[in-house]
T-cell receptor, first 114, second 111 residues
Framework: GAVVSQHPSRVICKSGTSVKIECRSL??????MFWYRQFPKQSLMLMAT?????????EQGVEKDKFLINHASLTLSTLTVTSAHPEDSSFYIC??????????FGPGTRLTVT | KNEVEQSPQNLTAQEGEFITINCSYS?????LHWLQQHPGGGIVSLFM???GKKKHGRLIATINIQEKHSSLHITASHPRDSAVYIC?????????????FGKGTLLTVNP
């Protein structure tokens, strides 16, 4: 099956620093990727849609200047959490679209901001 | 009220038991997805349904479009089936790929 990777799998950073999370589709090209966050015991919440070659589309309530998304190639999207604060600590998951209705999820990145 | 509701929220079973997890939705959909999330957090897509029934190994997923209801069944459950099972829908008229998620069902299968 299709594989989507995320790096790093977990990261701890200090408040005020920025953290970059990578999402790669390893064996297919993805013009569309999604970024989600998940708080403990909560469902996934869509943050933004990442489109190769164009600006990301953010969901209501998600700060685009805080969560920078760059879809630099057909296999790579990055999420940068800028000036991270403890409330940004969460589990971030990406997914990549291979074809109609085929959506593959990454393993997730656990971010802890101290 | 959430657009996608799952029941039960938590389910504990003994190895070998037949498991059913239910999902009801209140919006028009183009597809319904069943996902599995293991304790480490990674998500695996189990099924995508727009009608009828699908089977993969010990897993069976059914959907009734008229009743806006889907079920995920696990036959001969095993401790390795322990995970959170998430129902998600692609809404009609929206992006085929944007999903609306249920809150998940935590399944624990004891040996």
């Amino acid at each position: 099956g299709a594989v989507v990777s995320q790096h790093p799998s977990r990261v701890i950073c200090k408040s005020g620093t920025s953290v970059k999370i990578e999402c790669r589709s390893l064996d297919f090209q993805a013009t569309t990727m999604f970024w989600y966050r998940q708080f403990p015991k909560q469902s996934l919440m869509l943050m933004a849609t990442s489109n190769e070659g164009s600006k990301a589309t953010y969901e209501q309530g998600v700060e685009k200047d805080k969560f920078l998304i760059n879809h630099a190639s057909l296999t790579l999207s990055t999420l940068t959490v800028t000036s991270a604060h403890p409330e940004d600590s969460s589990f971030y998951i990406c997914s990549a679209i291979r074809s109609a209705y085929e959506q593959y999820f990454g393993p997730g990145t656990r971010l802890t901001v101290t | 009220k959430n657009e996608v509701e799952q029941s039960p929220q938590n389910l504990t079973a003994q190895e070998g038991e037949f498991i059913t997890i239910n999902c009801s939705y209140s919006v028009g959909i183009s597809a319904l997805h069943w996902l599995q999330q293991h304790p480490g957090g990674g998500i695996v897509s189990l099924f995508m349904l727009s009608s009828g029934k699908k089977k993969h190994g010990r897993l069976i997923a059914t959907i009734n479009i008229q009743e806006k209801h889907s079920s995920l069944h696990i036959t001969a459950s095993h401790p390795r089936d322990s995970a959170v099972y998430i129902c998600a829908v692609s809404k009609s008229g929206g992006s085929n790929y944007k999903l609306t998620f249920g809150k998940g069902t935590l399944l624990t299968v004891n040996p």
